[in-house]
């Protein structure tokens, strides 16, 4: 009896979370628009229960397929779509990045912040990375730029 009844208990448990999951609360819409220039990806995540959009993420590629940008943006019900993250990236001959520039979004001024960091990626002569530098860039008009 008590078999029976803990079985009864763990099917319906199971068939509940397997209903539940079934259903997600987030869905991710995705558009690509293909030019002479290159590709641009744009994804955005849409919440079904609140009926609004949460965040998009948009990637930029060049003609070659190598990723130039990538820029995270959240949604603000006033605002539209207000900047969070920027990503630059700088690749070599060979596709691997040897540049990479992160920028936050400044509340304070609206746009993105003057400060970003630099991570340097240093190859070898067979293309195998040997180390990165990471260089704090500060552009508000004195240019100051610090090493790590």
Same mark, same amino acid.
């Given at each position: =009896?008590?078999?029976?009844?803990?079985?009864? &208990?763990?099917?319906?448990?199971?068939?509940? %979370?397997?209903? +539940?999951?079934?259903?997600?609360? %987030?869905?991710? +819409?995705?558009? /690509? /628009?293909?030019?002479?220039? $290159? &590709?641009?990806?744009?994804?955005?995540?849409?919440? =079904?229960? =609140?009926?609004?959009?949460?965040?998009? &993420? &948009?990637? +930029?590629?060049?003609?070659? $397929?190598?990723?130039?940008?990538?820029?995270?943006?959240?949604?603000? @019900?006033? @605002?539209?779509?207000?900047?969070?993250?920027?990503?630059?990236?700088?690749?070599?001959? /060979? $596709?691997?990045?040897?540049?990479?520039?992160?920028?936050?979004?400044? !509340?304070?001024?609206?746009?993105?912040?003057?400060?970003?960091?630099?991570?340097?990626?240093?190859?070898?002569? /067979?293309?195998?990375?040997?180390?990165?530098?990471?260089?704090?860039?500060?552009?508000? @008009? !004195? +240019?100051? =730029?610090?090493?790590?």
């Amino acid at each position: =009896m008590k078999t029976i009844i803990l079985t009864s &208990v763990l099917t319906a448990f199971l068939s509940v %979370t397997s209903l +539940y999951a079934g259903e997600p609360k %987030t869905r991710v +819409y995705s558009n /690509e /628009e293909i030019s002479a220039t $290159g &590709v641009v990806k744009e994804l955005i995540s849409y919440d =079904m229960e =609140m009926g609004r959009p949460l965040d998009k &993420v &948009v990637y +930029y590629y060049n003609a070659d $397929g190598l990723i130039q940008k990538k820029v995270l943006y959240k949604w603000d @019900g006033n @605002g539209g779509w207000i900047g969070s993250q920027k990503y630059d990236y700088e690749c070599n001959g /060979e $596709g691997k990045i040897i540049n990479l520039i992160y920028t936050e979004w400044s !509340d304070k001024l609206n746009t993105w912040s003057c400060r970003s960091e630099q991570l340097v990626h240093i190859y070898d002569s /067979e293309g195998e990375l040997l180390a990165t530098k990471q260089i704090h860039l500060n552009n508000d @008009g !004195d +240019y100051l =730029m610090s090493q790590k």
